[in-house]
């Protein structure tokens, strides 16, 4: 009982937090999403990098710096703090370089004995966790509107497969669905998932009128497909540093990353999209 209750209690926080952060403002909002960020990159990190001396953690650190760097570049060009010339979009784009190169600089002194390993899971992290991220800015800053509902849509639906699936796999499960990465999911589960989320974007087109019905139709099977795959994707990274959660934050979630991994790789499928309507 006092599990469920630490799970129920860690979900209710986590709801709330999320609420403020999206309907804040823009301000929150981007303050939000850096921590998110931050938090799932540091656990990210920490299953893939050495662990065990100071100069790992700076090596962190780097990982961390460099995985932020689009994040904030978005974030301060979408609030209008710096030019939006494509000329300084260009430069500011190349600022991550400068990171990356002191990442270099850093192996020839560590004494790592996989120097170019470790500057490829920092940018690793940075292309896998920091990049989605910030394309959620150009979900969220349409112009003079900001979209906080879309935001907040695509987050229900992500919960919405995930716990669809596991409640209705753990009810009538029968046939495994990627047993080698997650033995546990099972085709009816995800099934069960796809009806209810695609139900929820139909309505969400009558709840969020900012995106037609058809495109929360759309959205919620962009939701369906890539954050089904970004969840077996994370189980498949989980596997393989033999860890069972990526972190501890949310007592009896796991880590932020578990939490955010199926949002993180719809993002950029949702946002190709929500960028080509708009151009249309």
């Known amino acids: 009982m006092s599990g469920l209750l630490q799970r129920v209690s860690t979900a209710v926080i986590f709801v709330l937090v999320m609420l403020g952060g999206l309907y804040g403002g823009r301000y929150p909002f981007v303050a939000l999403f850096a921590l998110i960020t931050g938090l ?3 656990e990210f990190f920490g299953m893939t990098l050495s662990k065990d001396k100071k100069r790992d953690h700076i090596r962190k650190f780097l990982g961390l710096l460099l995985g932020l760097t689009p994040f904030v570049l978005v974030s301060l060009l979408k609030l209008n703090w710096i030019n939006s010339s494509a000329e300084f979009v260009l430069i500011a784009s190349l600022l991550c370089f400068p990171l990356l190169f002191l990442s270099f600089i850093f192996e020839l002194f560590a004494l790592s004995k996989k120097p170019f390993a470790n500057v490829a899971y920092l940018i690793l992290g940075m292309v896998y966790i920091g990049i989605p991220f910030a394309m959620l800015d150009f979900i969220a800053f349409d112009g003079e509107n900001f ?3 879309t935001i907040f849509g695509l987050l229900l639906l992500t919960w919405a497969n995930d716990t669809a699936a596991y409640l209705v796999g753990s009810q009538i499960g029968k046939t495994p669905l990627f047993p080698r990465i997650s033995p546990k999911k099972t085709w009816e589960g995800s099934i069960g998932g796809a009806l209810l989320t695609i139900g929820l974007g139909v309505l969400l087109g ?4 900012e995106q037609r019905v058809v495109d929360w139709l759309v959205l919620s099977i962009i939701v369906v497909i890539f954050g089904s795959l970004g969840d077996l ?13 990526s972190g501890s934050l949310l007592p009896g979630h796991g880590g932020m990353l578990d939490r955010f991994d199926a949002f993180i790789f719809l993002v950029p499928f949702a946002t190709a999209y929500l960028l080509w309507i708009r151009m249309v």
């Open 233 to 245: 994707v994370e189980s498949m990274l989980k596997r393989s540093y033999e860890v069972k959660d």
């Open 147 to 149: 979209r906080s509902n």
């Open 40 to 42: 799932c990159l540091w």
């Open 206 to 209: 009558y709840i969020f009128p």
